[in-house]
């Protein structure tokens, strides 16, 4: 199948699903769309990463295999919807370099607080923030002060989910 032609005419869920179904468990595939969501300059980046993120849920343990490798390439991505779709993979799948995790947690930062980025965005590095705290509790009232910060001017959508990881970091 020629991935990159397929993405770039359709991004109907059935295609993402589609192209979910025939990579499967296969790693080679996987890394073929994989690279498309890293340096494809269309649409078909945005629509790679939609189906790496459905593919890491069947599949957890893709994810959990290529989590390094995401958490290192999502910093240098320009488009909001690709990163969107890698964050929310790494909601699921953390990465294990201390040091990759060091730039994902700079990143989902720099995503949450930034005033232009996307509220889907913002939410799902929001939300990596919080089960990284489950491993290093030491963020956790860096990770209060940002979202309190953020509260004011925050979409309904941010305050939901920020006032039920704010009721769990205060029983933490």
Do not use: W
Not at 13 to 25: P, Q, S, V
Not at 107 to 129: D, R, T
Not at 132 to 153: G, H, R, V, W, Y
Request: hydrophobic share 40%; glycine share 2%.
């Amino acid at each position: 199948m020629n991935f990159e032609a397929s993405l770039s005419y359709d991004s109907s869920r059935a295609m993402i699903e589609t192209i979910a179904n025939t990579i499967g468990a296969d790693k080679k595939m996987f890394e073929e769309v994989l690279n498309i969501a890293y340096t494809a300059k269309d649409m078909s980046a945005s629509r790679a990463a939609r189906v790496i993120d459905l593919n890491t849920e069947i599949y957890p343990e893709l994810g959990d295999f290529y989590a390094n490798n995401i958490a290192k390439n999502i910093v240098a991505l320009e488009c909001s919807r690709t990163k969107r779709s890698l964050c929310r993979v790494l909601t699921r799948h953390l990465p294990e370099d201390e040091e990759v995790l060091g730039y994902f947690i700079s990143f989902a930062f720099e995503q949450m607080l930034s005033p232009s980025e996307p509220i889907a965005l913002k939410v799902y590095a929001m939300q990596a923030l919080f089960n990284i705290t489950l491993q290093i509790p030491e963020l956790k009232n860096e990770l209060i002060q940002s979202i309190e910060q953020q509260m004011p001017q925050a979409s309904v959508g941010f305050k939901g989910r920020a006032k039920k990881l704010l009721k769990k970091l205060h029983k933490m």
